[in-house]
């Protein structure tokens, strides 16, 4: 390891400089997630995971736990995405310069990777809550002179090409993200794996708890494996096999060639199965805690891998973060405290409707504005939009509202309604790129009917945007597949009510007819939409707390629990403080 003086990270937008050793005094919890979404000029995230991801990181910022976030710097970011006109998704690089918004650190690690030495160096990143606090991100870097024009590859493309690019990645996050912070001067507690990507980092700690080999009896184990599964904690996030990495030990052999490997395969194979390396055995073997991201998700886990227990600490987002500032100024006026202490939105009862009307009213038109400026689409203000906006493939059946296009036809033609989508395909997954250009497809076929717009290039920015601006917010997965979900969340910070099928976070947040309504299939939303949810909307004239006693429940049944601060604060008293 080399190390040279610490140069503090200079932020326009700070009084003073924030350097390095204001984070090095008390320990700390490091939060490694392959993907952390930081800001929408930061493209290091590529859906839900890094957004989450992100928000547990302001939330510790405004909370003021002692956290660190450590993450891959993806110098060419997730994709940028372009649509054509028949809604056909082209990925360009997503380039970004790191030297914009932080300072490189004065550590760099090597990690072998085939037999060769990669050096990783760092850029420190700090997260800066408008209640005060501060949480530092650590941004991993092999784009360094020393390292081999193919090695300084790893950390440019999030989630590259290949089984190779891949485990590579994962050796640098999880090995060099441990040797990082100890080069750094780090004090670190608990170690938390945010999914699978970063379990590696459990094996460094083995390394540096192996015993000495002359107190090694025959039989007995070389490491001290209790006491690092003391130290580290595993979030899962997906039922779906296809989230979860896998890795054949040739390729482990290779990558791991030589005295790379910090344990033997050996132990490997018993850590992580027989057959294959999966990375979320591996995490589940090296950690004493173990939780999903909403109470149904814990079970499915529990039964993919049975002999571990899993509990659910479920998912929130970060109050300021998704909040309009239309519904910001509201709550600062009558639940003043509400963005460090959200469950103190259950008193927005006492909001007058005028006003909840008003402040929607204010995100709605930004909404239809930032529409008609990215798509050319005209929408109307006095009509409701329905928002569906997620990554985009086939369990999440984005396609689900069209499956019927005459009786959707027939509903508008009664009580007119307008869409608003938004999302991106994995490069690789084609059929979450044909259900893109399906729902272009679909939208000319609905033209004159019922506006519908497709946003390109969704980031955080457009995601706030259309959270706040729809009237009523749509989630169609195929149950069991949705683990969490927090797009509902967010609307409902904003007074926007679900429709949404009963799976993941919605099993625990419909209340019907409440905090919004559940659907099974195509049939019960048509239903719905027709026969409770428009109406509703269309007698706001006649019946203004019909509507609006929805978007109040929405905040008071679902905002006030939803969010990242009680997701912290347990996450805080279950898994970091045993």
Same mark, same amino acid.
């Given at each position: ?52 991801? $992100? =928000?547990?990181? /302001?939330? %510790?910022?405004?909370?003021? @736990?002692?956290?660190? #976030? *450590? ?5 060419? !970011? ?83 090409? $290949? =089984?190779?690019? /891949?485990? %590579?990645?994962?050796?640098? @996050?999880?090995?060099? #993200? *441990? ?5 750094? !001067? ?393």
């Amino acid at each position: 390891m080399r190390r040279r003086a610490r140069a503090p990270i200079i932020r326009p937008m700070a009084a003073q400089p924030i350097g390095i050793d204001s984070f090095l005094g008390d320990p700390r919890v490091a939060y490694f997630s392959m993907e952390i979404a930081l800001r929408s000029e930061i493209p290091t995230y590529a859906g839900g995971l890094g957004v989450l991801a $992100g =928000d547990t990181l /302001r939330t %510790a910022a405004d909370l003021r @736990l002692p956290m660190v #976030g *450590v993450t891959l710097v993806s110098r060419a !970011g997730y994709f940028r995405q372009e649509l054509d006109a028949s809604g056909r998704q082209i990925e360009h690089p997503a380039h970004w310069d790191p030297a914009r918004w932080g300072v490189p650190l004065d550590a760099k690690v090597a990690v072998r990777i085939a037999g060769r030495s990669v050096w990783v160096g760092a850029w420190l990143y700090v997260i800066e809550s408008p209640l005060g606090g501060l949480a530092p991100v650590i941004l991993l870097d092999t784009d360094l002179p020393e390292n081999a024009s193919g090695d300084r590859e790893f950390t440019h493309q999030l989630y590259g090409d $290949g =089984d190779d690019y /891949r485990l %590579a990645q994962e050796m640098v @996050l999880g090995l060099g #993200g *441990v040797r990082i912070l100890h080069a750094l !001067g780090f004090r670190i507690s608990d170690y938390h794996m945010n999914e699978g990507h970063s379990a590696l980092l459990g094996l460094e700690l083995l390394r540096r708890n192996a015993y000495r080999p002359e107190d090694v009896r025959p039989g007995e184990p070389a490491y001290d494996l209790p006491r690092v599964r003391g130290r580290c904690r595993f979030t899962t996030h997906t039922p779906v096999e296809a989230g979860h990495d896998r890795f054949s030990y040739d390729l482990v052999a290779r990558l791991f060639a030589g005295k790379t490997a910090p344990v033997e395969l050996s132990l490997l194979r018993e850590l992580g199965g027989a057959d294959v390396l999966n990375m979320t055995r591996l995490a589940l073997n090296l950690s004493d805690f173990v939780n999903g991201v909403a109470k149904r998700h814990a079970e499915i886990s529990s039964g993919m891998f049975p002999g571990y227990k899993v509990r659910a600490i479920t998912n929130g987002v970060h109050p300021y973060t998704w909040t309009a500032q239309s519904f910001r100024a509201l709550y600062d006026r009558y639940v003043p405290g509400w963005s460090v202490e959200p469950e103190l939105l259950v008193r927005a009862d006492a909001i007058p409707a005028e006003a909840l009307s008003a402040a929607h009213v204010s995100a709605k038109g930004e909404l239809i504005e930032r529409v008609r400026a990215l798509t050319g689409v005209g929408l109307d203000a006095a009509r409701p939009i329905l928002g569906f906006a997620r990554r985009m493939t086939a369990y999440k059946r984005p396609d689900l509202l069209f499956t019927d296009m005459e009786r959707l036809r027939r509903i508008a033609a009664q009580a007119p309604f307008q869409i608003v989508l938004g999302g991106k395909a994995h490069p690789h997954d084609e059929e979450g790129k044909r259900l893109i250009a399906l729902l272009h497809e679909h939208a000319r076929a609905l033209a004159g009917i019922v506006p519908v717009a497709y946003l390109p290039e969704y980031d955080l920015a457009l995601a706030q945007l259309v959270v706040a601006g729809a009237d009523l917010w749509l989630n169609t997965p195929l149950p069991p597949f949705e683990a969490s979900g927090t797009s509902g969340m967010k609307a409902a910070f904003n007074g926007v009510p679900s429709l949404s099928v009963l799976d993941g976070w919605w099993a625990e947040g419909c209340i019907e007819g409440v905090t919004g309504w559940s659907v099974e299939d195509a049939a019960a939303l048509y239903d719905k939409l027709e026969r409770i949810v428009l109406p509703l909307f269309y007698a706001r004239a006649a019946d203004p707390g019909g509507w609006i006693g929805v978007m109040r429940g929405a905040i008071t049944k679902n905002a006030a629990y939803f969010n990242s601060h009680r997701m912290m604060r347990r996450y805080a008293t279950e898994a970091y403080l045993r």
